[in-house]
C-alpha cells in the first residue's frame, strides 16, 4: 500500500496492490481480470473541485446531487486497469502515476494538471474526472510530489520537470517571465535544470517550495524561501535550484518531508535535519529560532532514524526498532492534555497493534503510520473528513477495553466469563469504558482488576493477540478492544457490583454462552493461537 503524505492535507488516498500467484502462468485474459480487481486506487475527503477523480460526487442529479465531502474510502474505477503506483495530492488536486504515465484530476486554475490540452485557452479551472498530462519525457516516472498549486515529476534518466504556479519560483523558472507553467503540445514544459553531476532520483514539494535529491545525496532547493525553506543562508524568493547549506552538507540525505513550510531531511547514517519555519519548537529542545535558514542537525537519541515527517506545528519519526516519536504543538498524538512539547515523546506501541511501525507520514494538519502488517494509523484535525470518520461519529463514538482471560486446567483451555447484574444480564469476558486520558490497553488492564480482582501481575499478556469489536449499543457506535491473557495460577475471582456471577467455559460452551456472534467469532479466534502457541 503506498501512501501520499501529502494527502493527508486535503484528502487520503492510496494504493493497494495484492500479489499474484506464481504457482501457474496466467493467460493474458486472466491476467487483465486480475489487474482490474488488484490494482485499486482508494480516495476520500474533499471531492468538491474532482481532485479524487470521481465525477458523480460533483455533478448536480448523479448520485443525489453534488457531494462536497466523501467520507468513507471510495474507489477511484478509472485506475483499475491503469497500474497506479505513485499518488500526489495538492490543495485541491491529485496526481496520478502508473510506470510511464502521468494523470490528474480536479483544480486546474493555475495549470497544476497542465499538459493534456491543445492551448492555455482551452483549458479549464478544474477537472472532475482522471486526465492524461502530456510530459516531453516518455520514459520511467520514479517519483512525483504536490504543493500547493505546483508538481514535479522525476523521470529515471535524472530529468525533472514542474508545472502550475510559479509564482514563487517553484517551478525552477524567474516569475518575473512566467507565473505560470503550462506546457501545451505547442510549448514542452522545460526541464528544471539541477547543477549536478548527480542525476536527481526524487522530488518533494512543500506548499510553495521544490526539492530535488540526486542520487549522491545532494538536496536542491528552489522557491518561497521567506521562512528559510530553501536553506541557503538568506531569505526572498529563490528561483534557481541551489544546495541546501548549514548541518547537511557532505551528508547523503536519503529522504526528504515536510507539507507546510517546515522541512527535514534523513541522511543515510539516521541523522535528522531541519529548516524553515520552527516557531513551535520543531528544532528541538534548546534551539529558540523561529526560522532556520541553514540546515540544522536535531540532537535526537532515539536510534537510527528510518523515516520522518513534519506538519505545520510538529515532527515525527520512526526509528530502526519501529518505534514512534512526535513533538511539536497541536495534535501530535498524546491526547488533549499535551499540547506542546520540544522534547520527542515516544507513542505507546499498543496504539499501532504492539506492531512495530515500518513508515510515518505527515499532511498539513494531521499524521499517520503504517505498521509492519500493513495497517494505516491516522489522528489530527478532521477538516473535510480526510481521517475517514465523521466528526459527530468521532465524538459519540464509545470506547471500552477488556482482556479475555483463559486458564489452562487438566489440559483444557477455560474462558472466563462474567455474567451482568443488569438486564438483559448478558455474559461477556472483563471490560468496560475507557476514560479520559486513558488508552485501551491501560482500560483493559483496570477494568479487569476492577471487574475480576486480577492484577496484570497474574496474567501473561498475548501482547500481539487482539481484536476489536464494533456495534451498536444505545444508538451509539461503541468500540470495544480485547486482548489475550492467561491466568498463571487458577483461582477464583472476585466479582465488582457490576456482575452476579463468573464462569470457566470450554470453548464452545463459552461460545454459546456469550450469545452475540461477534463475541464468538472472537472467542474461536484466540482459541485457534492458544492452540498454535501450544504446538
Keep these: 500500500m503506498l501512501v501520499s503524505s501529502r494527502g493527508l492535507r486535503r484528502k487520503f488516498v492510496w494504493t493497494e496492490t495484492a500479489n499474484f500467484s506464481t504457482k501457474a502462468a496466467p493467460t493474458a485474459a486472466e491476467l487483465k481480470r486480475k489487474q482490474r480487481t488488484s490494482l485499486s486506487v482508494y480516495g476520500c475527503g474533499l471531492a468538491a473541485t474532482g481532485a479524487l477523480g470521481i465525477a458523480k460526487f460533483v455533478m448536480p442529479g448523479v448520485n443525489k446531487g453534488i457531494q462536497s465531502e466523501v467520507v468513507f474510502p471510495r474507489r477511484v474505477q478509472y485506475f483499475n486497469i491503469r497500474d497506479i503506483r505513485r499518488i500526489s495530492c495538492g490543495f485541491g488536486f491529485s496526481l496520478f502515476a502508473s510506470a510511464d504515465k502521468l494523470y490528474g484530476s480536479g483544480l486546474n486554475n493555475l495549470w497544476q494538471i497542465a499538459g493534456h490540452f ?75 535544470e539541477i547543477p549536478s553531476t548527480s542525476k536527481a532520483i526524487a522530488v518533494h514539494c512543500s506548499l510553495d517550495t521544490s526539492f ?67 516557531e513551535y519548537g ?83 494538519c494531521a499524521m499517520a503510520v503504517i505498521n509492519d502488517e500493513d495497517r494505516a494509523f491516522i489522528w489530527g484535525q478532521n477538516r473535510l473528513f480526510f481521517i475517514l470518520v465523521k466528526n459527530s461519529e468521532m465524538s459519540a463514538v464509545v470506547r471500552a477495553a477488556g482482556l479475555v482471560v483463559y486458564r489452562k486446567l487438566d489440559n483444557k483451555t477455560q474462558f472466563l466469563l462474567l455474567q451482568a447484574s443488569y438486564p438483559p444480564h448478558h455474559w461477556t469476558p472483563p471490560k468496560g469504558h475507557v476514560d479520559p486520558g486513558e488508552d485501551e490497553w491501560i482500560a483493559a488492564l483496570r477494568e479487569t482488576k476492577e471487574e475480576a480482582g486480577i492484577d496484570s501481575k497474574e496474567l501473561d499478556i498475548h501482547k500481539d493477540c487482539h481484536e476489536t469489536l464494533r456495534y451498536t449499543a444505545h444508538n451509539k457506535p461503541k468500540s470495544v478492544k480485547y486482548w489475550l491473557a492467561r491466568l498463571k495460577n ?22 454459546s454462552i456469550a450469545d452475540y456472534a461477534e463475541m464468538g467469532a472472537l472467542l474461536k479466534k484466540f482459541a485457534t493461537y492458544i492452540k498454535e502457541q501450544n504446538k
Design 212 to 278: 530535488v535529491l540526486t542520487e549522491s545525496g545532494e538536496v536542491f532547493a528552489f522557491g518561497l524561501n521567506e521562512d528559510g525553506q530553501c536553506a541557503n543562508g538568506r531569505y526572498g524568493i529563490q528561483p534557481l535550484p541551489a544546495k541546501i547549506l548549514g548541518d547537511a552538507e557532505g551528508e547523503r540525505i536519503i529522504g526528504i518531508a515536510g507539507s507546510t513550510d517546515t522541512i527535514m531531511a534523513l541522511s543515510d547514517r539516521g541523522d535528522v535535519f531541519i529548516w524553515g519555519q520552527s
Design 490 to 511: 487458577p483461582e477464583d475471582v472476585q466479582l465488582s457490583h457490576e456482575h452476579q456471577n463468573h464462569m470457566w467455559a470450554e470453548l464452545d460452551e463459552a461460545v
Design 118 to 192: 491543445h492551448t492555455e485557452a482551452t483549458g479549464q479551472e478544474y477537472y472532475i474526472s482522471p486526465k492524461r498530462i502530456t510530459l516531453p519525457s516518455e520514459g520511467k516516472i520514479v517519483s512525483i510530489s504536490s504543493g500547493r498549486a505546483h508538481s514535479l515529476v522525476a523521470f529515471k534518466d535524472g530529468s525533472v520537470y514542474a508545472f502550475g504556479d510559479n509564482n514563487h519560483g517553484q517551478c525552477g523558472v524567474d516569475p518575473e517571465q512566467r507565473k505560470t507553467l503550462v506546457g501545451q503540445m505547442e510549448e514542452r514544459l522545460p526541464s528544471v
Design 282 to 364: 520543531q528544532a528541538g529542545m534548546g534551539n529558540t529560532q523561529i526560522q532556520l535558514k541553514y540546515s540544522t542537525r536535531i540532537p535526537l537519541s532515539l536510534g537510527k532514524i528510518t523515516s520522518i515527517g513534519s506538519t505545520a506545528f510538529g515532527c515525527i519519526v520512526a526509528n530502526e526498532q519501529g518505534e514512534v516519536y512526535v513533538w511539536g504543538a497541536g495534535i501530535v498524538g498524546m491526547g488533549p492534555n499535551m499540547q506542546k512539547t520540544e522534547k520527542p515523546v515516544k507513542l505507546d506501541q499498543p496504539l499501532f497493534e504492539n506492531r512495530k511501525v515500518r513508515r510515518v507520514y505527515a499532511g498539513n
